[in-house]
């Protein structure tokens, strides 16, 4: 994915991840990472939290139960997507 500001990668297990959901579900995680790279600042969402303990590198974008687990590289301006998860799941 990409675009005019940040380009969106993803990870192997997090396509994987997206094809176990219902198609409903994936569009809306897609459509709010085509929304996250589109804007200057990705860490300015409102739906973005920086992670803390072991993952304090890391950040998680939010949508409905689920949460997107990602990193993000400034000097190419790219978003790394590592695990798309549930909420439940998301901070084992």
């Excluded at 994915?1 to 219902?22: I, Y």
């Excluded at 409903?24 to 300015?44: C, H, Q, V, Y």
């Amino acid at each position: 994915m990409s675009g005019d500001g940040w380009r969106v990668e993803l990870s192997r297990s997090a396509r994987k991840s997206l094809g176990h959901l219902e198609d409903k579900t994936a569009l809306r995680i897609l459509d709010g990472l085509e929304d996250l790279g589109g804007i200057d600042n990705p860490l300015s969402h409102k739906d973005v939290r920086a992670l803390e303990g072991k993952l304090r590198s890391f950040y998680r974008f939010r949508v409905g139960e689920y949460r997107v687990i990602f990193e993000l590289e400034s000097g190419r301006k790219r978003i790394g997507i590592l695990a798309i998860v549930t909420r439940s799941q998301a901070y084992r």
